[in-house]
């Protein structure tokens, strides 16, 4: 019941850290309105075409192309989050404390692990390309520093795990090998 719980609380806190962050940019559409945020070219008195202003600038979407330097530093360290959160994981593996997202089976299977950790990556710039091919620049920023720090939290919780508490000092009244008593 405790590890049920367990689970159910960490699914849930990353949930939320994955929600939060997300509805922040959509607060642009709450802006006061004024004439020339609508986003569309308009034409000054003498005719000519120019783009039109926000009143936010801050909240305003930049094009830009999507293997710009911003997105391969974001990319990289996404996949160093996950490349972080194997060996975490496999670190307190090692120590004897079970996971709890996946089953030990699967984290024990090296290969399996660590095709699941690159999946991992590939759906966060998968999902980052799809954001930015739609016009949300922000967003599309947004899908890898949230993966980031969900990872490089998760990572941080796993190297400060203890495994289960093991003595290491030797029972009083316990023999040799070969029957002898301790003298």
């Not at 070219?41 to 600038?57: D, F, I, L, Y």
């Amino acid at each position: 019941m405790r590890e049920r719980f367990k689970r159910l609380a960490l699914a849930c806190s990353l949930l939320l850290g994955v929600s939060v962050p997300m509805p922040v940019p959509m607060f642009a559409a709450q802006a006061p309105s004024s004439d020339n945020d609508t986003g569309l070219e308009v034409r000054n008195p003498a005719g000519q075409r120019k783009p039109a202003q926000s009143a936010c600038p801050a909240l305003v979407d930049l094009p830009h192309p999507f293997w710009d330097k911003t997105n391969l530093t974001l990319f990289t360290a996404t996949a160093a989050a996950r490349a972080l959160d194997y060996t975490s994981t496999r670190h307190f593996r090692a120590r004897g404390a079970d996971e709890i997202l996946l089953t030990n089976r699967i984290v024990d299977n090296k290969p399996l692990f660590i095709g699941i950790e690159a999946a991992g990556t590939a759906v966060s710039i998968a999902v980052s390309a799809w954001l930015h091919k739609a016009g949300h620049h922000r967003l599309e920023r947004w899908v890898s520093i949230t993966h980031i720090g969900v990872a490089t939290f998760g990572d941080v919780r796993n190297y400060r795990l203890q495994g289960p508490q093991t003595s290491l000092t030797p029972h009083v009244g316990s023999r040799r090998q070969g029957g002898g008593k301790i003298r």
